[in-house]
Structure formats: structure tokens, C-alpha cells
């Protein structure tokens, strides 16, 4: 059975973004077909108040030789894919969106190394055997859906309340916007539907005083550190997941609450409209959308929930878990017969 290197920033059961998920649902199916090996920070790392990144580089460094000894290697980080470009082993690189990651860096000097990420990828570019991306295709880049896998299964419509956020609390989610839309909401759909927002990250703090400032406490829900495991199951006892981001490929998160049949409201980013189509499974909304359009828009789809919510389960078939990585196997396959065939000229 072929080696295969697994490279991310967060191991599995992390639940700080949709990177890990991304993973933990492709393994039982690349662990039938390789022996898995998987290359994250070290749990013992977490509380080091260092830039994930530079942790992230600096694990890769001192592990080159376990991965050099590796067939292939799979990686969602693009530090990773740049330190494997150097080891002389055929490797995949997955994107996660199509721009430079240090542009949204939730550090402030993460500014200064935009170039940095730039020869990075000019790198990968140049040496990776095989490239995908979750946002949208360009090139001869493929497009790779966001594998989903769970048992949840949906709840009655008549069940559900509340509207819900699920990922990072960072800047470019602009989940304040999402709060300040959520104040405006008639008080007595509000007392029905409480907010809940499922997540950690640098704005928690700020969002928390918001909430607080404006008189919400009542009705808004930190969840905290949810395990991504745990995600579609909270999703789905709510009725609409509520996006606002000004940067994304395809959230995760949008994958998973359309797997339990919960409609979107969404601003058009990165690749969302290729799976939330305007009034049928959610809605899209421009970056300079008002107010009054995104109000407008989760107020028709409670009007009418049945048909969204059903529309919604509806439209996540293409996140089927098994199918997406069976379709990457085959390429990793391919591209080890074809190593395997010039290293034998």
C-alpha cells in the first residue's frame, strides 16, 4: 500500500475553520487505499502565541524526512506545499480560495507577507503534480467540492428555531453586519428565533461587547468551540444558516447546513452560487447589499420554508463525501503511475 502525507495546519478534530473537516471527511475513504500520515502543528502548540503559520513551517522543517519517505503527498496549506515542493516526491496541492491567504490574515503583520505567499504559489504552481481548488476554477485547476459525511439526519421543519452562524469569528465574516441585520428583525420573530453563533476567533471578544451594547443578550447565543463534528447536528435544529463574508472559496459551513435541508442566506462570493441558487434553496446577496434585502430575504424564505428547506437537502448531493474523494484517489493514482513509470526510464 502507497504512503500518503497528509498535510494541514490543524489535525482533525480541530474546530477553528473548515479546513480540518475538510479532511476528517476524505479519510475513511483515503485510508482504504493508503496508509495515511497525517503532518499538523502539535496539539502541545496551541497556547504558543506564535503565527500558525511560522508553527506551521517550522513543524514541516523538522519532519522533511518523514515526508521525503512518503509516495505522495496531499496538502491544504500552501506553506506545506511549498516546503514538499523541495523534497522530490510527487504532491497535490488544494486551495482554498483564489487569493493570497496573508490578504485576510487575522494577524496584523500578516500584511507585510503577502510577496512571501506570492513565490509560494508561484512555486506550487510550477512543481505540483496535481492541483485543485475550492473556490472558483481557473486554468487547468480542478474544482473539489467540500466533502460532507455524517448520519444527522433532518429534523421536522416544524422543530426547528433560530438562525445560526457557523466558522471562524474573524473580520472578513463581517458577523457584525450579520448582528446589526438580526437588531432589525420584527421583536416578536426575534423572540421565536434566537441567534446563535457557533465559533471562535479574534473578533469573539468585540462581537460579545456588540451584542451587549445593542441589548441583544437575550436573544444572541455564543456557542463557542463547537466540534466540527457536531456542527450539522446543531444545524440542524435551526432554520436558516446567516453568511455575510466579503472573501470565501465554498464555506464548509454552507455544505453542511445544506446537508441537514437549512437554507442560506449569503452574500455572492468566491464559488456559493455554484450550490445557493436565489429563491430556491437561499439566497444571494451582493457585497454592497442593504440591510432591507438581507431582512427581505430570510423573512421569504420563513414564508415559505417547506419548499426552501426541501430544496436545500436537495442541493447537497454534490458534497457527497465518497465520491469527491474517490475522484481524488483516482487522481493521485494516475499521477504515481505516471512517477513511477519516468522513474523507471
Known sequence: MKKLAVINSDPMDCNYGGVAPFLRNMHPYLSENFDVEYFTIPPTWTGRRIPGRIKMMYTLFKRRK??????FALSHVPEGSYIVSFLGIPYCHILHGNFNPM????????????????IFQKRIEKTCSLMYTVGPVFGDVKKLMNPIS???????????KGFIFAGRLELIKNIDRIIRIYSKLPEELRKENHMYIAGFGTQEEALKKLVADMGLSEYVEFLGSVPNKEIPEVDSS?????????????????????????????????????????????????????????????????????????????????????????????????VLAEHESKQAK
Open 103 to 118: 490578504s485576510h490574515s487575522r494577524y496584523r503583520i500578516g500584511k507585510y507577507f503577502i510577496w512571501l505567499f506570492d
Open 150 to 160: 455524517h448520519n444527522v439526519a433532518e429534523k421536522p421543519y416544524s422543530q426547528r
Open 66 to 71: 518523514e515526508i521525503k519517505a512518503c509516495d
Open 238 to 334: 435551526k432554520k436558516i444558516l446567516l453568511m455575510a463574508s466579503s472573501h470565501e472559496g465554498l464555506p464548509t459551513a454552507i455544505a453542511e447546513a445544506l446537508s441537514v435541508g437549512v437554507p442560506v442566506v449569503s452574500t455572492d462570493i468566491g464559488d456559493i452560487k455554484l450550490v445557493i441558487k436565489n429563491n430556491e434553496n437561499g439566497f444571494l446577496l451582493p457585497l454592497d447589499f442593504k440591510d432591507e434585502e438581507y431582512i427581505e430575504a430570510i423573512q421569504t424564505i420563513l414564508n415559505d420554508y417547506d419548499r426552501f428547506a426541501k430544496a436545500a437537502k436537495e442541493s447537497s448531493s454534490v458534497f457527497e463525501a465518497e465520491k469527491i474523494t474517490n475522484q481524488v484517489i483516482d487522481d493521485i493514482n494516475r
